[in-house]
Each structure stands twice: as C-alpha cells, then as structure tokens.
C-alpha cells in the first residue's frame, strides 16, 4: 500500500497558489503511489483543488473529505468518515491557517527599517503586524479556533489511525516565524484580549508539537512543526495587495540575499515540509523547527532553528487543551461514535 495521507489547507478557488497545493504537488513528485486525501471547507472547493492536481498528476490517487477547522462539528464529522474509510495515516500536514484583518504599522515599520534588527523585522514582523480576530460559531476566538485548536481535536479523534501502527505516524504543522512566547499567554491561550492572534496561535502550535511528542512518540506518532518563509498565497495578498507584492518583488529578491526565508513561492515555501516527508522522525528533533529557505540564486533548502518553547508551559498549555477537549465532545456526544 502505499503511502495514505491527509493533507489540508490547499488553495482552492481555482488559483495555483498556497503552500498546500504546492505541497501535495510536490509530495506527488516525491511518490507517485501515496494516495491524497484532502479536506477542503466544502465540495466545490474540494473538487476544484482535486481537479488542480489531476491536471499535473493525472494518474494521483486524490480523494476528499469536507471540514471546516473553524467549526468544531464539521471536525468530528469528518474524523468520524475519516476512520471509517481508512485503517491507518501515514502523515497528516495540519497546514490550515488564518489571519482576519490583518494590520501593518507603516510607522513602525519605517522606524524599523532604519535600526539594526531590519532583517528580523522583515523576517518574523515582530513589533509591526496585528490582527483583529473574533469568536466564532462554537464560541472561540476564531485564529485559535482555526490555526490550532481544529487541527488538535482532528489529531485526537484520529488517534486510533496514528498510534500503534507498524510505521510511525507523523504529524506536520505549518507554524511561522511570526510565533513568538511574548504573544502567548496560559491565562489568555486563546488570545481574547490581545491584537497578536496569528503570533499566539502558531506559538501555541509549537508548543503543542513539543508536548505530543511527549505523549506520543512511544506509540509511534511523531510531531514536527516547519514554516514556510514568507510566501506569496492569498494570507499576503491579504496584508497587502498584488499590484504592490509585484512592485516590491525586485527588492523581495534583493531582500532574499540576506534573508533567506523569503522562500517567496509556495513550491519553495513547501521545501521544508516535502524534507520532513524523507526523514526517518526518529532523529529529529521535537524541539526543533524546520525553515523552509531559498538563497539569493533561488536554492531551496531547509535549516532546523531551536525554538524558544518552555516545555512545563507546553505541558500546562496541554491539559488546558484536553479540558476544552472534554467541553466540545461533552457539546457534541451525538458525533462520537
Ligand atoms: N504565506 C506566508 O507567508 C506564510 C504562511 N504560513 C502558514 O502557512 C499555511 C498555509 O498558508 P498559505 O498557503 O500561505 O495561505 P492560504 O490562505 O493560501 O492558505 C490557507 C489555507 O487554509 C485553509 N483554511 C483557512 N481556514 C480554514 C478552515 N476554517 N477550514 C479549513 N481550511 C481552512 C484555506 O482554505 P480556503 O481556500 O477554503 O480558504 C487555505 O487552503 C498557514 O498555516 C499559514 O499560517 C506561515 C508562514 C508564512
Ligand atoms: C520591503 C518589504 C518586504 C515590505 C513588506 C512589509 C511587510 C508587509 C512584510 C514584512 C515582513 C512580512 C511578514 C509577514 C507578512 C508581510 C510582512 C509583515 C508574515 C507575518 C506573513 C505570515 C507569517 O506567518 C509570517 C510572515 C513574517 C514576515
């Protein structure tokens, strides 16, 4: 058999971009014989981007599966089909991910284009990027909702597909240079308070890969996290418009030089991603994330960076997890097999 995967987050909407269609593209390139399975908000998305991949794979093995990350019954409705329709999973990319009403500070930014921390500003846009974020249908903040906390109920219902197999599982999330513990806080985990939600839901995602390999490993399921670099998807063209990434996109390329994680597009955005897909997870390092780089001529690459987690707070982070866990499946018990 081979390799059976689920893979979220894919560019819909007809256009070819996002890191996850370049991803499922290159995953393909890898191995021919895995077979997709992608989980899109709704058919019509879901068949576009089956069908976006069919064109350069036509012989993939491509199925679907609806979900809504943002709606916690679309979630246990599609782990429910998921394991009546497969016996094991070999990777899931927990690649979905939002940034509603993003912000850029021009004055900061300007400020910071004359300091000595330019390069990590540009990289990691500390100090010059917020978001405005809200609850959604089941009462959450919807970035927290969204980027990690469907993603966390999806892996806990898919347990049984993951853990004990005679191959490890692997579980792959997309974070971003944009996490940052200073956005974090255990009293205010979802963010409700604060303009940084994006930055506190990707912390949150690393911390949350640290702790399941803690958990897991000894049942065979393993957690890396990677980010992309910045990438040119609908999540930019949304901070800014197209006209004026096309503007910027020779000083992109200058930029490029020094800071390599502005991979730029999504095919060398998924570098890191397609990497982890050929490593043997036993040796890497859950303490680690993967940065998907391009160099000034246009080399992909991956560089693993330490990440700045506290493990006791990932643990605390945990149980706090698990105890909305228990609400929503309290919530929800009619979808539980
Ligand atoms: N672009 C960049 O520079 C960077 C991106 N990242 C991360 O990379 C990942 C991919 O983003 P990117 O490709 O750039 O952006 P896109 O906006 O192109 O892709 C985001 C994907 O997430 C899906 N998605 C959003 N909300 C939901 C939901 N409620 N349920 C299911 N799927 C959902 C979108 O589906 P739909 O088409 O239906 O909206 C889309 O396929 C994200 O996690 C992002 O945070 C990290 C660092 C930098
Ligand atoms: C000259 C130039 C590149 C100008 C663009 C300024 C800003 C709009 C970008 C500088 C750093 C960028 C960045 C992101 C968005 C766009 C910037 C703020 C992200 C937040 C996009 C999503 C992520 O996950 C991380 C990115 C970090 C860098």
């Known amino acids: ?7 979220e987050g894919i560019l819909v909407r007809g256009q070819s971009c996002g890191v996850g269609l370049a991803l499922c593209r290159r995953l393909l390139e890898e191995d021919g014989r895995i077979h997709l399975c992608i989980a899109c908000r709704n058919e019509q998305k879901s068949e ?16 679907t599966v609806e979900m809504d990350l943002g709606n916690l019954a679309s979630v246990l409705r599609a782990a429910r089909e998921l394991r009546c329709r497969f016996q ?11 940034m509603p009403n993003p912000h850029v500070n021009f004055k900061a930014l300007w400020h910071g284009l004359l300091t ?6 540009l990289t990691t846009a500390e100090g010059i990027m917020t978001q405005t974020d809200r609850l959604n249908g089941d009462g959450l903040q919807e970035v927290f909702a969204t980027n990690l906390f469907g993603h966390f109920m999806l892996v806990r219902q898919l347990q049984s597909l993951l853990c004990g197999n005679e191959k490890p599982s692997r579980l792959i999330w997309t974070s971003s240079s944009n996490a940052r513990e200073s956005a974090f ?10 303009q940084e939600s994006y930055s506190s839901s990707k912390y949150a995602t690393d911390l949350t890969s640290v702790v399941l390999n803690r958990k897991f490993n000894d049942q065979g399921l393993y957690s890396s996290v990677v980010c992309p670099g910045l990438v040119m998807s609908n999540m930019t063209y949304r901070i800014l418009p197209v006209f004026l990434w096309k503007l910027l996109m020779p000083i992109m390329w200058l930029i490029r030089f020094f800071a390599k994680t502005y ?23 859950s303490l680690v994330k993967y940065h998907s780089c391009t160099s000034g001529l246009g080399r992909c690459y991956v560089e693993p960076r330490k990440m700045d987690v506290d493990e006791d707070t990932a643990e605390k982070f945990y149980q706090k997890l698990l105890e909305l866990e228990e609400q929503t499946l309290e919530k929800y018990h009619d979808l539980l097999d």
């Open 185 to 194: 806080s255990l009293s205010d985990y979802q963010h409700a308070k604060g």
């Open 1 to 7: 058999m081979g390799k059976e995967l689920l893979q």
């Open 263 to 285: 991979t730029l597009t999504p095919y060398n955005g998924a570098e890191a991603h397609v990497w982890l897909f050929k490593q043997k997870p036993e040796y890497l390092d």
């Open 88 to 98: 094991r999973l070999d990777f899931i990319y927990l690649n979905a991910g939002i």
């Open 48 to 63: 576009a981007t089956r069908d976006l991949i069919l064109a350069t794979h036509p012989a993939a093995q491509v199925s």
């Open 116 to 121: 000595g921390r330019v390069l990590h500003m």
